[in-house]
């Protein structure tokens, strides 16, 4: 299979990636920035880490589908963040990644996002045993309520990966300030209940260098000599 190789599973479209890769290499699941696919996956590859298929699923309604519960939006005339994470992790589980494995042959599944994509991709650990692990880069864990929800959930993925620009805490917007205290509160507390959990620090804004970012957050759960910082 020449990658990317583009199909429509669960009602979205989904670009696959390296899917000539080995029979059993990891799957990662990638909710597509802006479909920015492909830049994530020229990223990786640039990095020589391990193989693996990279399925990148396009959704409507990132504020919907991704968000765990309803918020009010926190820009003028944005729109409110819906409640919809529960029945797009079901379509995952259900739907989506059965498929992918048929298809591609792999068998360990992983999840990567940025921005709403990675929180939705730290609260999905959280809610099932489907992945092995989780890159959430630039997480918007400035979500109200999200750091009082990590500290009564349990992840059960063993391998997490945090990261965060550094200038990203650094805005007008009052919510969205408050993003750094929440990233170090939630790795803190992470630390002692996931066998290897990491945060990054990356230069600049939420918009710098993303697909870099994003291919680092990648080759940090797949890569065997990850090791938790405690």
Same mark, same amino acid.
Request: charged share 25%; net charge negative.
């Given at each position: ?29 990638? !909710? ?53 994470? +529960?029945? !797009? ?17 792999? +068998? ?78 939630? !790795? ?17 804004? !939420? ?24």
């Amino acid at each position: 299979m020449n990658a990317p190789y583009t199909t429509v599973l669960g009602g979205m479209p989904v670009k696959i990636y390296g899917g000539d890769a080995d029979p059993g290499s990891p799957l990662v699941i990638y !909710h597509a920035f802006e479909e920015d696919g492909e830049s994530v996956w020229d990223e990786y590859r640039r990095l020589g880490a391990p193989d693996c298929v990279m399925a990148a699923v396009e959704t409507d309604d990132w504020e919907s589908e991704l968000s765990p519960w309803v918020c009010a939006p926190v820009f003028k005339n944005a729109p409110p963040f819906g409640d919809g994470a +529960k029945a !797009h992790l079901a379509k995952l589980e259900g739907e989506v990644i059965p498929e992918l494995k048929r298809i591609t042959g792999c +068998k360990d599944v992983y999840i990567c996002g940025y921005s709403l994509g990675g929180l939705f991709a730290l609260w999905a650990v959280c809610n099932t045993r489907a992945f092995s692990g989780a890159a959430a880069v630039s997480p918007s864990v400035w979500f109200p309520g999200f750091e009082e929800y990590i500290r009564t959930a349990v992840p059960f993925a063993p391998k997490i990966y945090l990261s965060l620009g550094d200038r990203e805490e650094k805005t007008r917007n009052p919510v969205m300030a408050g993003v750094g205290d929440s990233i170090r509160a939630i !790795h803190a507390f992470l630390r002692g209940r996931v066998p290897e959990c990491t945060l990054e620090w990356n230069e600049g804004n !939420h918009f710098a260098f993303a697909s870099r970012r994003t291919a680092k957050g990648i080759a940090w759960v797949l890569s065997e000599s990850g090791k938790a910082d405690k």
